[in-house]
């Protein structure tokens, strides 16, 4: 197991599956304690399982990254509970495939309040812990979907 993160705390969004559980794990092997930060319970205890190794930390925290304030809870329990928050992968995403004709308001304002507003208001509640340490390191991920139209 690596120790290039040893002491290190790492948010992970949308931890649960796919790309952010890949996350995670790997951010885990190289030695940092995470916070699973997923809507999904069962996902996300699932992950938090698999990242317990030795001297391995691992919190669940459900989140619904839409909402500041369950974002502002998120930050305060990684805080509290890890001590610290060295790192943030703004993950969650979603894809909702339509035609551009019957995509609806509450159909776009799902895709942006998930795939931009949270990655910004994530990253703000994250900052005054990581000004505070003067340290810290965000990462956020995108999908080519957000580049490539599509024809349904």
Known sequence: MGQELASRVAIVTGAGRGIGRATALELARLGADIAVAELDRVTADRTASELKGPGGR????????????????????????????DILVNNAGIYRAAATLEVTEEHWDSVLDINAKAVFFASQAVLPVMIAQKRGVIVNLASLAGKIGSKT
């Open 58 to 85: 691992a919190l669940v925290l459900p989140t619904d990254v839409t909402s500041p304030a369950a974002l502002a809870g998120m930050v305060e329990r990684t805080k509290g509970e890890l001590g610290r928050i």
